[in-house]
């Protein structure tokens, strides 16, 4: 695992939107640009302390489709899709794995590590070299070569 860099086209929308994310009291989790089959999507999530609703991402998408009429950074059609970030959300930056400092996460390693396909604890760090969760009351740090992903982590019953 990496952290995730965004592409040329990736950071240029998020750039344009940011200023209207944090007029609207919303954090800007991610921005992807994808090709699925055929079609291309520009999938904005946004989250907020209170969660996100549809109404919300309502809210966004007109002044976020507004700003990318305007200043046109992709060439080709797409669809743009505004939506929450998730309860179980990936964390692929470094300012998530800031602001997810104490809560519960779920890493999935690429291969077993200590005999374990995945650990849940508390995340206590990360930095390039690796992801510090604290289990059972003791922190170990796991090296990003090793992950495969981390998650926030819900327990449903």
Request: hydrophobic share 35%.
């Amino acid at each position: 695992m990496k952290f995730k860099r965004f592409g040329s086209t990736e950071q240029r929308v998020y750039d344009l939107i940011r200023p209207i994310t944090d007029e609207l009291g919303y954090f800007l989790w991610d921005v992807c640009y994808e090709k699925e089959g055929a079609l291309w999507y520009l999938r904005v999530f946004i989250d907020q302390d209170e969660g996100i609703t549809i109404d919300d991402c309502e809210r966004a998408t007109r002044p976020i489709n507004d700003i990318l009429d305007k200043e046109d950074p992709i060439s080709q059609s797409y669809m743009l899709e505004v939506g929450s970030a998730g309860l179980e959300r990936e964390l692929v930056k470094e300012e998530h794995f800031e602001v997810c400092v104490g809560d519960e996460v779920r890493i999935h390693f690429i291969r077993s590590v200590d005999d374990l396909k995945e650990v849940i604890g508390n995340l206590v760090s990360a930095d390039k070299e690796g992801v510090t969760i604290e289990t059972e009351g003791e922190a170990k740090t796991y090296s990003l070569a090793d992950i495969s992903y981390v998650k926030l982590y819900m327990e449903f019953e």
